[in-house]
């Protein structure tokens, strides 16, 4: 036998896949097939020290990275460290690492990273403003390469959720609330992350939250039990699906069901993982999705973050034990558990006689088929010595540049003397009174003043307000509930508009209620995550925004409170429809005349 000769089978890469899963199958302990049902976050910054007893004594090889990147090297340091504990361990299964977003502006743990090293985009309601399915694959392509050279092989998202429900906090990391514009975009985005045809230059998508973490009651989040309800008072489950099955017809590999139950529907009111009507007959059976089905983090036991317990997110089966959850979950259909570890859990059941371990190889011969196609077996390892010139490349930051630009949505721009305000002339100095920008951010042009009154013009950046549920680490994180601003901060906002012409840049995580800001701002416009440099292009004229709403703004919180949970463009009389956008050479009336959809 030559060196190079496999010794097993499923070490072969000319053999077809299922040959080598079975074979690789046939050799595994019932340990390691646990270990492989498991999917767990990985701190970054502890080094590999976890991973010792995640990988060598629990058999895990899936890991979502918690925390942002210093630099690309360093990453690809890490996970090639990973590798060798794995290849060093049993069979010698590689790991796939994971990672939610991290190339836009939200840093939260349960969530998204800061971008860090890569390059940085908007949130894809940037990408829905914009509405360019071109657009969204040359990011998805962007991020692949930049994914791949530091070892990352799956991508929590897309998050194809339809943000029917204002003041949910997941909403700025949609595609907005028209089901047919993330039905649309969807596909490009699987497209660029998977290649045409997977394979070992593709990234997995899986795509969340099925089926459809929009409709949340009164907008709270599912991460928390006060947020568990997941309710259809306008009967409109099924809008909430379009871009699910767009996400299967484009291919996409796995699928993350929500932490939501369903209430007043047909459906069990048990939590979307736990939910065999959802996951077997609608997932599996009515829509034809084959891949692997993982949970959420953190559905059957209790976890700690920071020293804090948060309870399992076991919605509507909080009396099971862990186990009974766990295979009340396999029996809906789930192939893998986010955020856990527990195979000990797994493998006291099969030994007790109540769970199968064929039931296990159902799972884990969709879950070793990923890791053949991406070819981890014959190329676990990645160049970490070029990562650093593979990931944040000039090209990259640029396309992520010219599509903040892009994204931003022009809403009013009013006439001082029979001319739009914007775009700013430069030719002569200009005093300005700032807020959330600095004098560097600014430019040479203007020059800040302490006062509006000392002002010839006011720009201020905002943020769409929100209110933080209990006192909790994570919660603090999810920003959530009112989206107007308080009754003394519209005055001192309103106030500063009539005393010096004030455009005012804010950023719509979530649909703001903004009435008297949109009436007495001399230029209104909305980001969806950009850099100050973006803002000043706009402002002067250098880039021109594209953006279109992608949701409407309410004009009250009454109208909020009144609208119904799952059903779009359902408040009253909004101050902006969805796809209101301005170019900046069009004047606009104020937004009290209102825009059509």
């Known amino acids: 036998m030559t060196p190079n000769t496999p010794r097993f089978p499923f070490q072969d890469a000319a053999l077809p896949v299922a040959r080598r899963v079975a074979d690789l199958l046939s ?58 504990i794995a290849l060093a361990t049993g069979p010698g299964i590689p790991v796939t690492l994971s990672t939610d977003p991290r190339h836009a502006y939200t840093d939260n743990p349960g969530a998204a990273a800061f971008a860090g090293p890569f390059s940085q985009w908007p949130e894809a309601l940037g990408f829905a403003a914009v509405g360019d399915p071109g657009a969204v694959e040359e990011f998805a392509d962007i991020a692949r390469q930049e994914y791949l050279a530091v070892g990352i092989r799956s991508a929590l998202h897309p998050q194809v959720d339809v943000f029917t429900e204002p003041r949910w906090s997941r909403g700025g990391m949609t595609f907005g609330e028209s089901a047919e514009m993330a039905a649309t975009l969807v596909g490009a985005y699987v497209r660029g992350f998977q290649t045409e045809a997977f394979g070992p230059a593709s990234v997995s998508t899986m795509t969340k939250h099925f089926p459809g973490g929009g409709p949340q009651l009164n907008g709270e989040d599912p991460h928390f039990s006060y947020g568990r309800e997941q309710v259809y008072p306008g009967g409109n489950f099924d809008y909430h699906l379009l871009p699910f099955r767009a996400a299967i017809a484009a291919g996409s590999r796995q699928m993350m069901p929500y932490y939501g139950m369903p209430v007043g529907t047909a459906h069990e009111e048990v939590g979307f993982a736990f939910n065999k009507g959802i996951l077997t007959d609608l997932l599996r059976t009515e829509l034809g999705f084959q891949g692997v089905v993982c949970t959420d983090w953190g559905i059957l036991t209790d976890g700690e973050i920071l020293g804090r317990v948060f309870p399992a997110r076991a919605w509507g089966v909080e009396h099971l034990t862990p186990e009974q959850r766990m295979l009340k979950a396999l029996d809906a259909g789930v192939d893998q558990f986010g955020g856990e570890h527990c195979v000990e859990v797994m493998v006291a059941a099969v030994r007790a006689g109540r769970l199968s371990e064929e039931r296990l190889d159902t799972s884990v011969r969709k879950i070793l088929a990923e890791k053949f196609l991406l070819g981890l077996f014959e190329n676990p390892f990645v160049d970490a010595a070029a990562a650093d010139s593979a990931v944040g490349t000039p090209e990259f930051k640029a396309a992520g540049r010219a599509m903040q630009r892009r994204s931003y949505t022009l809403l009013t721009n009013q006439e001082f003397d029979g001319v739009p305000i914007l775009p700013l002339s430069t030719a002569e100095p200009i005093n300005v009174y700032a807020e959330g920008i600095s004098a560097e951010d600014l430019g040479p042009a203007f020059c800040v003043v302490a006062t509006a009154e000392q002002a010839d013009l006011a720009i201020l950046r905002l943020q769409t307000p929100f209110e933080i549920r209990g006192t909790g680490f994570l919660e603090s994180f999810f920003h959530c509930g009112n989206l107007a601003f308080a009754p003394q901060e519209v005055e001192r906002l309103t106030a500063i508009c009539r005393t010096v012409p004030t455009i005012i840049d804010i950023n719509l995580e979530r649909p703001a209620v903004i009435p008297e800001l949109a009436e007495h701002a001399a230029a209104l416009l909305a980001n969806f995550g950009s850099d100050a440099d973006a803002l000043m292009d706009v402002l002067t004229g250098q880039a021109m925004p594209e953006g279109k709403l992608p949701f409407d703004l309410p004009r009250s919180m009454a109208a909020v409170e009144a609208s119904r949970e799952d059903v779009p463009f359902d408040t009253e009389n909004p101050v902006f429809r969805y796809g209101h956008g301005l170019s900046l050479t069009t004047a606009a009336p104020t937004a009290t005349s209102g825009a059509t959809r």
Do not use: C, V
Request: hydrophobic share 45%; proline share 3%.
């Open 27 to 84: 050799r595994l302990s019932l340990e390691d097939k646990a270990g492989l049902m498991f999917h767990d976050i990985l701190p970054y910054a502890a080094g590999t020290g976890p991973a010792h007893e995640l990988i060598g004594k629990r058999r895990l090889n899936h890991f979502n990275i918690l925390g942002a990147a210093l630099n690309a090297r360093d990453l690809a340091e890490w996970h090639n460290s990973l590798q060798e």
